[in-house]
Protein backbone atom coordinates (compact mmCIF):
# COMPACT_ATOMS: atom_id res chain seq x y z
CA UNK A 1 0.00 0.00 0.00
CA UNK A 2 0.70 3.46 -0.90
CA UNK A 3 1.95 6.14 1.93
CA UNK A 4 -1.02 7.70 1.12
CA UNK A 5 -4.48 6.66 0.05
CA UNK A 6 -5.01 8.56 -3.41
CA UNK A 7 -8.35 8.27 -3.56
CA UNK A 8 -8.91 9.99 -0.43
CA UNK A 9 -6.02 12.77 -1.25
CA UNK A 10 -7.90 13.17 -4.69
CA UNK A 11 -11.41 13.93 -2.68
CA UNK A 12 -9.87 16.97 -0.86
CA UNK A 13 -8.19 18.35 -3.64
CA UNK A 14 -11.39 18.29 -5.57
CA UNK A 15 -13.49 19.37 -2.57
CA UNK A 16 -11.59 21.76 -0.70
CA UNK A 17 -13.27 24.53 -1.55
CA UNK A 18 -16.98 23.46 0.11
CA UNK A 19 -15.32 21.28 2.58
CA UNK A 20 -12.89 24.96 3.96
CA UNK A 21 -16.20 26.70 3.22
CA UNK A 22 -18.34 24.31 5.49
CA UNK A 23 -15.79 23.78 8.36
CA UNK A 24 -16.37 23.01 11.72
CA UNK A 25 -18.51 25.31 14.24
CA UNK A 26 -15.63 26.65 15.66
CA UNK A 27 -12.12 24.66 16.50
CA UNK A 28 -11.73 21.27 17.05
CA UNK A 29 -13.39 20.27 20.27
CA UNK A 30 -10.51 19.53 22.61
CA UNK A 31 -7.63 21.52 20.84
CA UNK A 32 -8.14 24.19 23.90
CA UNK A 33 -7.08 22.10 26.83
CA UNK A 34 -4.82 20.49 24.93
CA UNK A 35 -2.67 23.91 24.65
CA UNK A 36 -3.34 24.79 28.13
CA UNK A 37 -0.34 21.58 28.44
CA UNK A 38 2.45 23.97 26.38
CA UNK A 39 4.37 26.69 26.98
CA UNK A 40 3.56 29.64 25.75
CA UNK A 41 4.98 30.65 22.38
CA UNK A 42 5.44 26.90 21.87
CA UNK A 43 6.31 25.30 18.33
CA UNK A 44 3.30 23.57 17.14
CA UNK A 45 3.64 21.61 13.73
CA UNK A 46 -0.06 20.89 12.16
CA UNK A 47 -0.40 17.98 10.37
CA UNK A 48 -3.73 18.05 7.81
CA UNK A 49 -4.70 21.95 8.70
CA UNK A 50 -7.28 21.70 6.09
CA UNK A 51 -9.29 25.35 5.69
CA UNK A 52 -7.10 26.79 8.39
CA UNK A 53 -9.09 26.88 11.50
CA UNK A 54 -7.57 25.09 13.95
CA UNK A 55 -4.36 27.11 12.97
CA UNK A 56 -5.77 30.43 13.33
CA UNK A 57 -6.74 29.58 16.74
CA UNK A 58 -3.54 28.57 17.74
CA UNK A 59 -2.18 31.53 16.29
CA UNK A 60 -4.46 33.72 17.87
CA UNK A 61 -3.44 31.88 20.86
CA UNK A 62 0.64 33.48 20.50
CA UNK A 63 2.11 29.86 19.56
CA UNK A 64 4.54 29.69 16.80
CA UNK A 65 2.41 26.94 14.14
CA UNK A 66 3.52 25.15 10.93
CA UNK A 67 0.55 24.29 9.28
CA UNK A 68 0.64 21.39 6.90
CA UNK A 69 -1.95 19.58 4.61
CA UNK A 70 -1.29 16.98 2.01
CA UNK A 71 -3.45 18.11 -0.32
CA UNK A 72 -2.43 21.16 -2.19
CA UNK A 73 -5.74 22.63 -2.78
CA UNK A 74 -6.23 22.32 1.25
CA UNK A 75 -3.29 23.96 1.50
CA UNK A 76 -4.11 26.83 -0.75
CA UNK A 77 -7.70 27.24 1.40
CA UNK A 78 -6.23 27.52 4.44
CA UNK A 79 -2.84 30.31 3.24
CA UNK A 80 -6.28 32.46 2.13
CA UNK A 81 -7.71 32.32 5.79
CA UNK A 82 -4.09 32.61 7.45
CA UNK A 83 -2.52 35.04 5.41
CA UNK A 84 0.24 33.42 5.21
CA UNK A 85 2.13 30.16 3.38
CA UNK A 86 0.89 26.36 4.15
CA UNK A 87 2.94 23.53 3.43
CA UNK A 88 2.06 21.03 1.32
CA UNK A 89 3.59 17.55 2.69
CA UNK A 90 2.03 14.42 3.24
CA UNK A 91 2.52 12.51 6.92
CA UNK A 92 5.47 10.17 5.40
CA UNK A 93 7.28 13.56 4.18
CA UNK A 94 8.02 14.76 7.95
CA UNK A 95 11.87 14.09 8.76
CA UNK A 96 11.98 16.87 10.99
CA UNK A 97 14.26 15.86 14.20
CA UNK A 98 13.73 16.97 17.64
CA UNK A 99 12.79 21.09 17.11
CA UNK A 100 8.29 20.69 17.52
CA UNK A 101 7.18 21.12 21.50
CA UNK A 102 3.75 20.11 19.74
CA UNK A 103 2.37 17.85 17.24
CA UNK A 104 -1.30 18.36 16.52
CA UNK A 105 -3.00 16.01 14.06
CA UNK A 106 -6.77 16.89 14.41
CA UNK A 107 -9.11 14.28 12.24
CA UNK A 108 -6.05 13.89 10.03
CA UNK A 109 -4.12 10.90 10.60
CA UNK A 110 -7.30 8.57 10.76
CA UNK A 111 -6.96 8.55 6.98
CA UNK A 112 -3.24 7.34 6.94
CA UNK A 113 -2.53 3.27 5.97
CA UNK A 114 -3.21 1.68 8.63
CA UNK A 115 -0.38 -0.81 7.96
CA UNK A 116 1.52 2.42 8.23
CA UNK A 117 0.59 4.12 10.71
CA UNK A 118 3.18 3.01 13.64
CA UNK A 119 5.66 4.51 10.88
CA UNK A 120 4.50 8.14 10.46
CA UNK A 121 4.05 8.13 14.35
CA UNK A 122 7.73 7.00 15.12
CA UNK A 123 8.33 9.81 12.53
CA UNK A 124 5.91 12.26 14.67
CA UNK A 125 8.08 11.53 17.87
CA UNK A 126 11.15 12.20 16.24
CA UNK A 127 10.34 15.31 15.20
CA UNK A 128 9.03 16.50 19.02
CA UNK A 129 11.62 17.66 21.59
CA UNK A 130 11.67 15.77 24.75
CA UNK A 131 8.54 16.08 26.87
CA UNK A 132 6.94 17.55 24.13
CA UNK A 133 3.73 16.52 23.16
CA UNK A 134 0.98 15.21 20.71
CA UNK A 135 -2.57 14.52 19.68
CA UNK A 136 -4.41 13.31 17.37
CA UNK A 137 -8.10 12.19 16.62
CA UNK A 138 -9.29 8.85 15.01
CA UNK A 139 -12.65 7.55 13.89
CA UNK A 140 -13.28 4.38 15.96
CA UNK A 141 -13.70 1.04 14.34
CA UNK A 142 -11.84 -1.76 14.77
CA UNK A 143 -11.21 -2.22 11.03
CA UNK A 144 -10.29 -0.50 7.53
CA UNK A 145 -13.11 0.86 5.59
CA UNK A 146 -14.37 3.87 3.71
CA UNK A 147 -17.10 6.19 4.30
CA UNK A 148 -20.35 6.77 2.25
CA UNK A 149 -17.95 9.88 0.51
CA UNK A 150 -15.32 7.25 -0.70
CA UNK A 151 -12.45 8.63 1.86
CA UNK A 152 -10.58 5.58 2.82
CA UNK A 153 -10.29 5.29 7.36
CA UNK A 154 -8.00 2.98 9.39
CA UNK A 155 -11.03 2.98 11.80
CA UNK A 156 -8.91 1.62 15.29
CA UNK A 157 -10.11 0.44 18.57
CA UNK A 158 -8.85 1.99 21.48
CA UNK A 159 -6.56 -1.27 22.12
CA UNK A 160 -4.87 -1.16 18.55
CA UNK A 161 -4.54 2.56 19.04
CA UNK A 162 -2.45 2.51 22.11
CA UNK A 163 -0.47 -0.81 20.86
CA UNK A 164 0.51 1.44 17.82
CA UNK A 165 1.64 4.72 19.17
CA UNK A 166 3.42 2.17 22.23
CA UNK A 167 5.06 0.59 19.40
CA UNK A 168 5.86 4.28 17.54
CA UNK A 169 8.35 5.44 20.65
CA UNK A 170 8.81 6.04 24.39
CA UNK A 171 5.68 8.27 25.97
CA UNK A 172 6.02 9.74 29.49
CA UNK A 173 1.66 10.33 29.15
CA UNK A 174 -0.45 8.53 27.32
CA UNK A 175 -3.97 8.92 27.76
CA UNK A 176 -7.15 7.71 25.03
CA UNK A 177 -10.42 9.39 25.12
CA UNK A 178 -13.52 7.95 23.83
CA UNK A 179 -16.24 10.32 22.29
CA UNK A 180 -19.25 10.87 20.05
CA UNK A 181 -18.65 13.10 17.22
CA UNK A 182 -19.99 14.12 13.61
CA UNK A 183 -18.17 14.54 10.20
CA UNK A 184 -18.27 16.21 6.79
CA UNK A 185 -20.61 13.68 5.87
CA UNK A 186 -23.09 14.40 7.83
CA UNK A 187 -23.19 11.28 10.38
CA UNK A 188 -22.59 10.46 13.75
CA UNK A 189 -20.29 7.96 15.25
CA UNK A 190 -17.26 6.77 17.55
CA UNK A 191 -14.16 8.91 18.11
CA UNK A 192 -11.15 8.84 20.19
CA UNK A 193 -8.71 11.13 20.74
CA UNK A 194 -5.58 10.42 22.26
CA UNK A 195 -2.75 12.62 24.16
CA UNK A 196 0.79 11.93 24.39
CA UNK A 197 3.97 13.39 25.92
CA UNK A 198 7.63 12.19 24.88
CA UNK A 199 9.92 10.79 27.11
CA UNK A 200 13.40 11.69 27.93
Known amino acids: MKSFDPETLAFYEAEAPDYAASGRNGVARHLPDFLDRLMPGASILELGCGGGVDAAYMIDRGFVVEPTDGAAAMARKAEERLGRPVRVMRFDE??????????????????????????????????????????????AGGGEGRDSLGRYYNYPDRAALERIYRKAGAWNTLEIESYAGGGYDGKQGPWLRITVQKAD
Open 94 to 139: LEAIAIYDAVVASASLLHAPLDLLQDILAKIWRALKPHGWHTASFK
